[in-house]
């Protein structure tokens, strides 16, 4: 009997592959996702600046998980945020409120994960520079 995943149609979307094929799917769309995008500049130039603060700092390995862990989730809240634009825009070019609803979660989403990984940084360097300024780490 024929497994009923591998005889779907070839309708534009992929059909099953390999993580050769899978590995490079990604890296096109992390192409795709921040090129063009002045609010992921934003955000990588942000990153930049966290992990050379973080450097000086000379953070643990705790601190460190958690600023990439930060760093990580703003960058897929903007990757998926971008994939909602560019999903709404093959859908139609036209206003329509419920898209301009879906696109205003998604930065919303953005913004949230954004403030939240700031506070989180904020007080991980606090916390480094209280400890730096005390002499313990």
Known sequence: MADPKNDLPNNGLRRRQGWIGKFRHAARGIAWGTSGQKSFVVHGVAAVAVITGGVVAGLGVERWCLLIICIGTVMAAEMFNSALESICRAITNQFDPHVQRALDIASGAV???????????????????????????
Request: net charge neutral; glycine share 12%; no cysteine.
């Open 111 to 137: 913004l949230i994960a954004a403030i939240t990984a700031a506070i989180a940084g904020a007080l991980i360097f606090v916390d480094a520079a209280r400890h730096f300024g005390n002499g313990t780490s």
